[in-house]
């Protein structure tokens, strides 16, 4: 099959034989596979991963190892998304770790991740996971909505975390592809939701679905200029600077969710987190069947974010027009 | 009166008048008086604060104004401590803000902060606030012991703001004053407290009361020796360098306490928070009440914190003197 790998910095195509399957996994073959910013990041040397990136993607299930036939004639052909943390108990590890005890799988002390560490992604014709991280995919939603299931599952991950019914509004601070789902999310269930942004054209798509769009610099000055407050605000710029404004923009008392995974440290105050007792949550994985749920009702349609697709084969093209300013979701279609 | 103020980083004895006061208010004589390194940080420059600060005592009530015969008669003579957020209901505003409405009295958006922000404070043989902020204190419980209410009250506050019935132990960053008293607390709720310290005299006091300790180093190669992790951690250090060891040491999906209010950026990295799905929670003033039952019951008792006494004449020697190290709580007596 064909598979993309990370070497100095680049995507380098290889021809690779299927990977072998364990009992209890699935060979899934790719139809379409998202760029997100970690994979960036990947290729600048995050969590020094060798292998082939690529967490976002919607694929066929081609086969189906160990399961009952029943099981395996349930699978097989299936549309399916993928959760991307595999835990102790899909690798056989007994007794499975204390997280996965509390049923906490993404936390798992064990956990390999699909294109971020020690598990090959979706930049390749076919990957394998565990069928316990399989979620099938409604007929209803196409291929180019369900290619955005893990980052909006990630989005609906703040639902979980927060009780929402106590917020009546709420601020995002970014304007990329993350925040845009993030701000889709919270404007199904709160009447006022605002983005804060640096990209007039980014702004712009937000707008089209209800949420209020506020253009920032993205510097210190927005720290001084900005006077409002939130009891809910959502940092996922992606970008060290956000901490700040955030702080700065939730109220006293107030949830500041944090989204952003950039690595590398940023020169931070936490005193007003301190003297306002703000409550700072971090955020990550979330959960697949309530981002399925919200694609299938068409409360949230991720297309719009869609800037390009490119084959398979034109992956190192495809993350260089990525990182373009203005580029949001790139595709790839084996 | 002779009261202290700050100028040029140095504390500066004044003779001045008896503050005045507005209806509600008390004039407090102060019978002991804590230094805190919040003081030091108001030498440094800290709220470009240029009156008397101080903001631990003990007083006793010498006045009262607006308050009914019967009122003015049961604070008359009463040994008192006080709350050192005065919001705007002790001001006259009308309305009051919307946290004072919330019943978030020291969030109040215009309040003043005894020693502090705006209002005069405790190095000095008299102070006033509000009757609202103040607390009877117990014959049982000694100046020695109550001239530390507001500082084991802010310890307290970690119990308003989590579930602590949901842990089973904890670990507290630093061994200063402020950690010390949080040990103590956290050890009334839980059987296992673990205190990491850079100073063994001061892990030792903490040893005394079933507080386990553990000595580190207080750079980053404590990051990286150490494995265990904690379901909760309270960081008191009052460093920058506090924070990624507070992060280490927090388990997944775990609960970090953060007390320390240094001022100045430190260099961070925040993706341990989002990857961990760490709840981070600002914890500042605490409830007064429970800090007093705590001293009454016996089940705390911070005497053995004091290193020295100082006559109040003595305030600039004793403000050099508890920023000698090794110096745990140094008081004034006016």
């Keep these: 099959m064909l598979a993309f790998a990370v070497h100095n910095q680049k995507l380098v195509m290889k021809e690779r034989p299927l990977p072998k399957l364990r009992a209890g996994w699935a060979l899934v073959r790719v139809r379409m596979a998202g760029i997100c910013n970690t994979d960036i990041e990947i290729l600048c040397g995050y969590h020094d991963f060798r292998g082939t990136p690529g967490h976002e993607f919607v694929g066929e299930v081609a086969e189906v190892r160990g399961a009952s036939a029943q099981e395996r004639a349930r699978w097989r052909g299936r549309r399916v998304v993928g959760e991307i943390n595999v835990s102790c108990s899909a690798y056989g590890y007994r007794p499975v770790c204390t997280f996965c005890r509390r049923g906490l799988k993404t936390h798992c002390a064990r956990r390999t991740v699909l294109g971020i560490v020690g598990h090959d992604g979706a930049f390749a014709e076919y990957l394998t996971l565990p069928l316990e991280n399989l979620h099938v995919v409604p007929d209803s ?167 390009r697709t490119f084959s398979l084969a034109e992956a190192g093209l495809a993350i260089q027009f990525a990182q373009k300013n203005g580029a949001m979701k790139v595709l790839l279609k084996p």
């Design 141 to 307: 939603v196409s291929d180019e909505q369900a290619v955005f299931v893990e980052p909006l599952a990630a989005a609906c991950e703040i639902l979980d975390q927060i009780n929402i019914s106590t917020f009546r509004e709420a601020a995002v601070l970014g304007d990329g592809k993350l925040a845009q789902l993030i701000a889709r999310v919270l404007r199904t269930k709160l009447p006022h939701v605002v983005m804060y942004g640096k990209h007039d054209k980014k702004l712009a798509l937000v707008r089209r679905v209800g949420v209020k769009a506020r253009r920032v610099r993205g510097d210190a000055s927005d720290v001084k200029r900005l006077r409002e407050s939130y009891g809910l605000v959502v940092e996922a710029t992606g970008s060290p600077s956000g901490l700040a404004l955030a702080q700065r923009l939730t109220e006293p008392r107030g949830t500041l969710v944090l989204k952003s995974t950039f690595h590398g440290t940023a020169p931070v105050e936490t005193w007003p987190i301190v003297v306002k007792e703000i409550t700072v949550i971090g955020s990550r994985c979330g959960p697949f069947a309530k981002a399925l749920a919200l694609l299938r009702s068409g409360k949230v349609d991720p297309a719009a974010l869609i800037t």
